[in-house]
């Protein structure tokens, strides 16, 4: 029905997240069909983002210069540094517009079963951040998992011994904007209610 | 014919499998050591439910009993939620999740490793829960639980030399029975030292750091000579040193 060349671009489609062989072959027509508006644009920025973005040096963030734009933003607290998982959690901290410090990107967090070590991580690269100094503050904002957690712990006790008067502080957790308690699970409410403070 | 059953159970690890799935692995009451897949695992709503340490109702079913099978769950006591902010409690309840999942066969079930198991993660998710050391000294005498459990328990109940019951201050490190300080003196710095705490009837409130040390390198060297060898695990999950690198750095302050 079609040729190796669109079965290649389906096939290579269906491989990426949230997408299956079904809605590859929609995306495909798609971009068949709108090649001057989708597909053309879509070739330019692939081939743009596949040449120029790389790795930040500093932080782990994702830009086409190193430092990248948040490192290098003269505006940004270098007292404070928020450790995240991933790119993506840096990208979630910055659209929530909460947090004018620097970023520290892990690159995962500890996992027995997938056999990730604090070495496989960039904790090594972040004591070397925090012993230097600047930082006073260090935000493990890490995911409310045994695994994140279990990250958050040991990546305390570490900067502990490499800069003993630093602040090392977690993302509290409880209530999202919007919830309802009825709605919530167990180990939430429970979290939120631990964490109460005064109206 | 399809297989279902529901049983209680205690959640061991869990691992992404595909984009919306995990495969969780789960410590039941009457089922033992079991997986399944959890579709929609990973979603907003069920990432809380399959946390390790947590204690749930779950269905499993499958086509035939030798397949894989789906896992469903309710919660029915969120563990994992109470230890998260405690470094101390987190490494006792990741070691004993890691620990069991490395070291007990599938499929086979240990009713009174359970309970034991159970009753530990609920000890470590208490408010009043004791200091690290006294914790880990708990978590010790559930591993030599499970060494019993698989058939290698040590018998620590009388000297291997003398018959004696009284003054057991070594273990064999070849055959897991206890002896004595003066038959074993000659042989001090080849026999594993036998925490008191360990030892039937003594009780044991107030362990040192030093000697929570000593069980953890006494149930060590069984669980890496007889189980971590045999299983698919290349040797004690990184849990379980992270808990022992945890108490070291905690000196005897216990």
Known sequence: ?199 | MAVEWRDEAIVLAGRPHGETSLLVSVLSRTHGRHMGLVRGGVGKAARGLWQPGNRLHVTWKARLADHLGTLSGEMADALAARVLGHGDRLAVLAAICAVAEAALPEREAFADLFEDTAALLALTADPEAPALADLTAAYVRWEMGVLADLGFGLDLTACAATGATEGLVYVSPRTGRAVSAAPGAPWHDRLLPLPAFLVAGEASPGVSAEVARAGLRLTGHFLDRHVFVATRSAGAPPARARLTARLEARGDIG
Not at chain 1, 9 to 22: A, C, E, I, K
Not at chain 1, 24 to 45: E, W
Not at chain 1, 124 to 142: I, T, W
């Open chain 1, 1 to 199: 029905m079609t040729g190796p060349e669109i079965d290649r671009l389906m096939t290579l489609l269906g491989r990426l997240p949230g997408l299956g062989p079904r809605s590859a072959r929609r995306v495909a027509l798609h971009l068949i069909q709108k090649r001057d508006a989708a597909m053309l644009p879509l070739i330019a920025a692939l081939s743009d983002v596949a040449e120029r973005v790389r790795p930040c040096g500093v932080c782990g963030n994702f830009d086409t210069r190193d430092p990248c734009a948040v490192c290098a933003d003269p505006r940004r607290d270098d007292s404070a540094l928020c450790v995240v998982e991933d790119v993506a959690d840096l990208w979630a901290m910055e659209r929530a517009g909460a947090f004018s410090g620097r970023y520290h990107v892990l690159g995962g967090v500890l996992s027995a079963l997938e056999g990730v070590g604090p070495e496989d991580l960039a904790i090594p690269a972040l004591e070397a951040r925090c012993a230097g100094g600047a930082v006073r503050e260090v935000v493990l904002a890490l995911g409310a998992t045994v695994d994140g957690q279990t990250t958050a712990h040991v990546i305390a006790d570490r900067l502990a011994e490499v800069a003993p008067g630093l602040t090392v502080s977690s993302l509290g957790q409880g209530v999202p904007v919007g919830g309802e308690l009825d709605f919530l699970d167990d180990g939430t409410i429970g979290a939120a209610l631990r964490a109460r403070r005064p109206v």
